[in-house]
């Protein structure tokens, strides 16, 4: 295959976003890995454990709304988390 005269429009679904956002080279490296398997990408980037991690360092007793906008998740999830690890400040 010659690199020289391709561009997104030559690659099919998927792989066209991803060479017009990551490029030729890293869509060859996600195709190589992936081919042939269904991969879905959650909404979520973080994990919820490290986002429970992070809630509990930044909670200072008084800002768990502000949590909840920073975080992107409800008001309410916040506060499950901060009784479910017995945060009391």
């Known amino acids: 295959m010659d690199n020289s005269t391709l561009d997104s429009s030559c690659f099919n679904g998927a792989y066209k976003e991803f060479v017009e956002l990551i490029g030729y080279k890293n869509t060859l490296r996600i195709h ?3 081919a ?3 991969v879905t990408f959650p909404k ?9 991690e992070q ?9 768990a709304k502000e949590l909840a906008r920073k975080y992107d998740y409800s008001y309410s999830w916040i506060r499950k988390i901060l009784k479910k ?5």
């Open 36 to 38: 042939g398997q269904y």
């Open 55 to 63: 809630i509990m360092k930044e909670y200072d007793g008084t800002n």
């Open 44 to 52: 979520r980037l973080l994990s919820e454990e490290y986002l429970h």
């Open 32 to 34: 190589d890995y992936f």
């Open 85 to 89: 690890r017995n945060c009391n400040k």
